[in-house]
């Protein structure tokens, strides 16, 4: 999946570019829409925590950076067991997976109160106003989504495209 970024002028803009997206087959659940505080959104698909926050961004780094702790602790308890205690391979991936498992919900918990850092260059646009619709489309459909958008919407302005956006939000 790849997301692909714009901006809405108004509300009645973003009511029809998502109006588009569904005729073009894309599910609701991969559009989001995110707008200032106080903006009546109506019937439009807000942004939920997973993209409004650093939430998925902090999750992968605690996952990866508890699982290296969690493995080079693994070594050292291997390397040095406690006296009549015999580990294994087990026990190394064991203490990884613990580590990588307690990094994730460690950093999780702090990335849920962090701005998503990804959404930075547009602050200014959505504090004047505007909507950042957030798409998330296969990646062999991100051009001919792009050309719905452009073509009926001209309003719209293309911010860009991420490349990589993971299934589950």
């Not at 714009?6 to 991969?30: C, T």
């Not at 780094?61 to 015999?86: C, E, I, K, N, Y």
């Amino acid at each position: 999946m790849r997301r692909i970024y714009f901006l809405a002028p108004s509300v009645a803009s973003a009511k029809a570019i998502v109006n588009d997206l569904l005729l073009a087959r894309i599910e609701e659940r991969h559009i989001h829409v995110l707008a200032k505080d106080g903006t009546p959104l109506e019937d439009l698909p807000e942004a939920k925590l997973a993209q409004a926050s650093d939430l998925i961004a902090s999750l992968e780094r605690g996952a990866a950076a508890g699982g290296l702790t969690g493995l080079l602790a693994g070594l050292v308890a291997v390397s040095f067991p406690p006296a009549g205690v015999v580990l294994g391979g087990g026990a190394l991936l064991g203490i990884a997976l613990f580590g990588a498992g307690f990094g994730a919900w460690m950093s999780s918990m702090v990335g849920v109160g962090i701005p998503n850092s990804r959404l930075v260059q547009f602050e200014g646009a959505i504090g004047r106003g505007e909507l950042l619709m957030m798409i998330d489309v296969p990646r062999d459909r991100v051009e001919q989504i792009e050309a719905v958008v452009r073509r009926h919407h001209p309003e719209a302005e293309l911010e860009g495209l991420e490349p990589n956006i993971p299934e589950f939000p």
